[in-house]
């Protein structure tokens, strides 16, 4: 059983940064992509950054997090993180981390968090 607790959100003023974190218990395939998902109020759902754990260790992210967003993992702690700087009003949404399978984009969310809330003002 995958257990996802993101941590690290918070209130910040725009052109700040948080760093948000997601530490996960049990096992995953060595081959899957794990990430970040945000929602605002009133939007959908958006894929943020990701990482393929397989060969390789393709990063991709959206592209209003390109440049600002940095996404990373530390095996050891299994746990992935997720550094946001030049924060802005339109990053404020709840964040989660999510398992998925080999492809990032179209297969489902296999395990995610509670998450945790960014507001920037």
């Known amino acids: 059983h995958v257990q996802l607790v993101e941590s690290g959100g918070g209130s910040v003023q725009a052109g700040g940064s948080l760093r948000l974190s997601c530490a996960r218990s049990?096992?995953?395939?060595?081959?899957?992509?794990v990430g970040w998902f945000r929602q605002a109020p009133g939007k959908e759902r958006e894929g943020v950054a990701s990482i393929y754990t397989g060969g390789g260790g393709y990063i991709g992210y959206v592209d209003s997090a390109k440049g600002r967003f940095t996404i990373s993992q530390d095996n050891a702690k299994r746990t992935l993180y997720l550094q946001m700087n030049s924060l802005n009003s339109e990053d404020t949404a709840l964040y989660y981390c999510?398992?998925?399978?080999?492809?990032?984009?179209?297969?489902?969310?296999?395990?995610w968090g509670q998450g945790t809330q960014v507001t920037v003002s």
């Open positions: 999510a398992t998925k399978g080999g492809s990032w984009l179209s297969d489902p969310i296999e395990n």
């Open positions: 049990g096992d995953i395939n060595s081959r899957v992509c």
